[in-house]
């Protein structure tokens, strides 16, 4: 199968990354979003994206072009029929997940392979929603996607042979992204262990072990982390974190997943991270530290 066209669902941080990857790969992109304006703001996000790039010398203004020019807007999941590919970035929201893929089931042919990138939520159930549960596979790309080269490719119980396949292939040499195999387990295996990770920074920040600061910095310069846990923590979203903690809370019930209760006060309060400026250290609108 020949992959030209992949259809983007969600243009949040996660389907910022993957259309600006797909496109940087030189395949064409569909991406969607709930409202014009939420769509505007993401292209808008790819933009900032790309110039900090010229920013290093690590692109020119014309590759940023031909990037852009990958990228087309859709206007409903109806233009998704045209595409070899749908992936699905929208918030970790099982419920809303399972009525995007209910409607796809509807408008892609069954040859057109439906990835969820979910990071804990189940793609078993997600593809029962689907009358061709076969074509349905996980598909968790890691933030920020353009750097970080592996895509955790998740089978669900019903995922076929040809599909897995195929999306490996697509994995492999459409996007040059190491590809491993994963059996559906909450969490998979990067999920699983980077939330108990920043669960366990979180309990020694809340215990008064050490700052935030000498606690990422520990970790960064210690074991050669791009980010502290806590850092991590505000770019993936104190309530993303949050809500992947207590899904796989429930489905282990191990206590090491229960979210710290640091963690609950501050989404309670407003303070996500990058998405909102503020988290366990400050950000300006372009997500740089300040």
Same mark, same amino acid.
């Given at each position: 199968?020949?992959?030209?066209?992949?259809?983007?669902?969600?243009?949040?941080?996660?389907?910022?990354?993957?259309?600006?990857?797909?496109?940087?790969?030189?395949?064409?992109?569909?991406?969607?979003? *709930?409202?014009?304006?939420?769509?505007?703001?993401?292209?808008?996000?790819?933009?900032? %994206?790309?110039?900090?790039?010229?920013?290093?010398?690590?692109?020119?203004?014309?590759?940023?072009?031909?990037?852009?020019?990958?990228?087309?807007?859709?206007?409903?999941?109806?233009?998704?029929?045209?595409?070899?590919?749908?992936?699905?970035?929208?918030?970790?929201?099982?419920?809303?997940?399972?009525?995007?893929?209910?409607?796809?089931?509807?408008?892609?042919?069954?040859?057109?392979?439906?990835?969820?990138?979910? %990071?804990?939520?189940?793609?078993?159930?997600?593809?029962?929603?689907?009358?061709?549960?076969?074509?349905?596979?996980?598909?968790?790309?890691?933030?920020?996607?353009?750097?970080?080269?592996?895509?955790?490719?998740?089978?669900?119980?019903?995922?076929?042979?040809?599909?897995?396949?195929?999306?490996?292939?697509?994995?492999?040499?459409?996007?040059? *992204?190491?590809?491993?195999?994963?059996?559906? %387990?909450?969490?998979?295996?990067?999920?699983?262990?980077?939330?108990?990770?920043?669960?366990?920074?979180?309990?020694?920040?809340?215990?008064?072990?050490?700052?935030?600061?000498?606690?990422?910095?520990?970790?960064?310069?210690?074991?050669?982390?791009?980010?502290?846990?806590?850092?991590?923590?505000?770019?993936?979203?104190?309530?993303?974190?949050?809500?992947?903690?207590?899904?796989?809370?429930?489905?282990?019930?191990?206590?090491?997943?229960?979210? %710290?209760?640091?963690? *609950?006060?501050?989404?309670?309060?407003?303070?996500?991270?990058? *998405?909102?400026?503020?988290?366990?250290?400050?950000?300006?609108?372009?997500?740089?530290?300040?």
């Amino acid at each position: 199968m020949v992959f030209k066209t992949i259809g983007v669902v969600g243009g949040g941080t996660m389907g910022q990354g993957i259309s600006e990857m797909l496109a940087a790969r030189g395949l064409e992109v569909l991406l969607l979003e *709930k409202t014009v304006e939420k769509l505007d703001r993401a292209l808008e996000q790819i933009q900032v %994206s790309l110039d900090k790039q010229i920013e290093r010398w690590a692109l020119t203004e014309a590759e940023k072009k031909l990037i852009l020019a990958k990228i087309k807007k859709a206007d409903s999941l109806q233009d998704m029929a045209e595409c070899d590919m749908v992936i699905e970035t929208i918030t970790e929201d099982l419920n809303a997940k399972k009525h995007v893929f209910f409607q796809l089931n509807q408008i892609c042919n069954p040859s057109i392979i439906l990835a969820t990138n979910t %990071s804990t939520l189940s793609v078993t159930e997600i593809a029962a929603i689907t009358t061709h549960p076969q074509r349905v596979i996980g598909l968790h790309f890691l933030h920020p996607v353009a750097k970080v080269n592996l895509v955790e490719i998740i089978r669900a119980m019903k995922t076929s042979d040809e599909t897995f396949e195929q999306t490996r292939r697509f994995v492999d040499e459409f996007i040059h *992204k190491k590809g491993i195999s994963v059996n559906e %387990s909450p969490g998979f295996i990067t999920s699983r262990l980077i939330c108990t990770l920043i669960n366990e920074a979180l309990h020694t920040l809340s215990e008064g072990v050490a700052t935030a600061e000498d606690i990422d910095t520990a970790m960064r310069i210690g074991y050669d982390f791009k980010y502290g846990p806590l850092e991590m923590c505000d770019r993936f979203g104190l309530d993303a974190v949050h809500d992947a903690l207590e899904g796989m809370f429930r489905d282990y019930g191990d206590i090491k997943y229960r979210p %710290s209760f640091l963690l *609950k006060k501050m989404v309670r309060t407003g303070h996500l991270g990058v *998405k909102t400026g503020e988290g366990f250290f400050l950000y300006d609108k372009d997500g740089d530290r300040l």
